[in-house]
T-cell receptor, first 113, second 115 residues
């Protein structure tokens, strides 16, 4: 799986958009970009994933650059409950042991009131 | 509501004791996983199961055992052979099969502490 690079921490004002960047310059053609988040002492929560097109769901939007070497997760209106560690993971969609998730250090997003 | 449940939320183990962590899912997923998370660390795969009555070792299976007798259930036993069991244990499931999306969904976790 490709290595990802994320800033260790970010702040965001409540009600504003939170834009979390991720670099994955060694991504290969069959690898997807996944985003999870983990609120303290809880299990990771799936947010969104994409291959090359931008994606949007009820939680967030994912913007992937044309060369696929970086992406941005956008939380359009951050709330205090969005304070968590956000993980960007790049992986192919295969089963078995290759399906294990490799979490890096992630970005600690602190939403400020 | 569909989802993954884990119990108990906190578990205490005495020296030489085996303990079993429960994981149940009603998502009709074929594949299930157990991970371990240590403070400030990422997840490490302990065991996984792609289908009922089948399971495979992950990266850190020593000192652990699992069973998969039912599709909905994938219990993890932490044996006395596991010398450093204090950690946060996470169960996950995914649809399984080949060629499909293998997004994993997680339970709330069990925190195991050694007395």
């Amino acid at each position: 799986d490709a290595k990802t690079t994320q800033p260790p921490s970010m702040d965001c004002a409540e009600g504003r958009a939170a834009n979390l960047p991720c670099n994955h310059s060694t991504i290969s053609g069959n690898e997807y970009v996944y985003w999870y988040r983990q609120i303290h002492s809880q299990g990771p929560q799936y947010i969104i994933h994409g291959l090359k097109n931008n994606e949007t769901n009820e939680m967030a939007s994912l913007i992937i650059t044309e060369d696929r070497k970086s992406s941005t997760l956008i939380l359009p209106h951050a709330t205090l409950r969005d304070t968590a560690v956000y993980y960007c993971i790049v992986r192919a969609n295969y089963g078995g042991a290759t399906n294990k998730l490799i979490f890096g250090t992630g970005t600690l997003l602190a939403v400020q009131p | 509501d569909g989802g993954i449940t884990q119990s108990p939320k906190y578990l205490f183990r005495k020296e030489g004791q085996n303990v079993t962590l429960s994981c149940e899912q009603n998502l009709n997923h074929d594949a299930m996983y157990w991970y371990r998370q240590d403070p400030g660390q990422g997840l490490r795969l302990i065991y996984y199961s792609q289908i009922v009555n089948d399971f495979q070792k992950g990266d850190i299976a020593e000192g652990y055992s699992v069973s998969r007798e039912k599709k909905e259930s994938f219990p993890l036993t932490v044996t006395s052979a596991q010398k450093n069991p204090t950690a946060f244990y996470l169960c996950a499931s995914s649809m399984g099969g080949t060629g499909g999306m293998e997004t994993q969904y997680f339970g709330p976790g069990t925190r195991l502490l050694v007395l």
